[in-house]
DNA sequence: CATATTTTGGACATTGGTGTTCAATATTGT
DNA sequence: ACAATATTGAACACCAATGTCCAAAATATG
C-alpha cells in the first residue's frame, strides 16, 4: 500500500512523513527530483524530464504525485529533516558543545563528498527556501545556546543570530569547495570548524584540536 | 544612439560594458529584471512580465535585448563587477586590512537595507551564479592575502580558500537576515565584521573596536 | 520644421509543457 | 493461480510563452 501523498497534506503543509514511505517508486522519483532540481533548478524540471530520470512512466509520476509543483518543497523540508535527526543521533552521550558543533558542521561537509547531488542541492538552495532555513537552524539554535550557556563559546544573548548567520553560511560555502574540488572533505571541515570555533570565542589551540579529532560515521536517523 | 547588447558578444562572454550605455530604456529594463529575478527566481521571469515591469511595450524588448535569455548572466557580472569597484573606492588611502575587511562586509550588509532588491538578488544568486561567486572571491582572496602577510590575520596558507568562504558565507547569511527584519544593518554587520575578524585571528577586543567604528558612505564607482 | 529613429501594441504561427483519460500489460499479495 | 492493484505509453485538448512582423504613433535629431 503506497500512501498517497495527497493524503497527508492539510493547510497547505505537507507532511514530511509521506516520503518515508516504502513505496521504491516514490523513493525512486524522489532522488530523481533531487539530482534533477540540484543540477537544473528548482523550477526547469518537467514531468517528463522526471518520469525518464527516474524510470518510470510520465502517468507513474501522476499516480504517485497529486500536487507534482509541490515537489519541490517536499524534498527540501525532508532534507533537513533528515539530516538533523541523523546528526542527533551521531552525536556521543557526553560530548561537549564545541565538539558537537564541530562534528556537526564536518558531517555536512563530508556528506557533501559522500552524495554530491545532496551536497548540491543544499549548496542550491538553503538560502532560497524557507522551510529547510528553518529545518536546519532550530537545532542550530539550540546547540549554540547550550554552548554558550555551558561557557564553551563567548558571545553576547544579542549576536545570538549573527552565529547562526555564521555557521550556516560557512557550512554552505565550505560545501561548495568540496562541491568544485578545490578541498578535501578532510580539510575543509577541519578548517571550517576550527574558523567556526575560533569566531565563538573557543581559544586557538582547543579549536584546532577540536576540528582535528576523529570524525565518527553519520548513523542512520533512529526509527 | 544605443549600444545593442549583441555587438559586445564574443566567445560567449557579454562585456558588461554594455550596461553602462547611456539609453535610459535600457537601464530601466536593467532595473526591472534585478527586481524580478530576485523576486520571482532566474527563470521564471516571462519576456511579457519583465516589460510591464520596465514600464515598455513587450516589442521594446526585442529591440534592445538580442538574447532575453542571457540577461541573467549580464546582470549577475555587472552586479558584482559594480559593487567591487565601489567598495574598493571607499576603503581610506590608510587603512590596515583588518579595518578594510570590517568595512567591506558592512558596506555589503548596509547595501541590502538601502537597496531591498540587490540584498536580494545577491543572497539568492550569489551561491549559484558561477560568474558572480568569481567576481566577488577574487578581491577577497586579495584582501585576506595582505592581510596575512602583514600579520594582521593568523592563517595557514592553505586556509585561504576556507577563509574565503567563511567571509562570503557569513556575509551572505548576515544580508539575509536585515532582508527578513530580524536584525538592523548596522547590528548585522557590526557582529558580522566582530565574528570574521574573531575568526581571523584578530585578538577579540580589537576586532570589537574595529566592527564598531564609524562606516564610511559606500561611494560611486570611479569613471 | 522635416527627417530619422524608436517605441508601441496587436496578430500570428510555433513550441513545449501540462494534466487527463484509457486500454493493455505487468506486478503483487494471498 | 487468481484477483486486486500499479505501471505503461499513447492520444487528447489546453495554455502560457516565444520570437517575428509591421503599420501607426511618439520621440529624438539636425
Known sequence: MVFKLARFHFSGCALVAASYSDSPVLRRIHQAALRLFAETG???????ELAQAAGVARGTIYNNLTAPEALFEVIASELGDEMHQRVLASFGADEQPAQ?????????IRRTHDEPDWGRFL????????SMRTTLNSPLAQEILSGSEAGCFHLQPQQL?????LIAGTVLSSMLLVREGLRTWRDAGADCAELLLRALGVPADEARRLALSELPPLLPATA
Open 42 to 48: 528548482a523550477t526547469h524540471v518537467s514531468i517528463s
Open 100 to 108: 558537537r558543533l564541530a562534528n556537526g558542521v564536518r558531517f555536512f
Open 161 to 165: 543570530l549573527s552565529a547562526m548567520a
Open 123 to 130: 549548496c542550491r538552495f538553503a538560502f532560497s527556501s524557507e
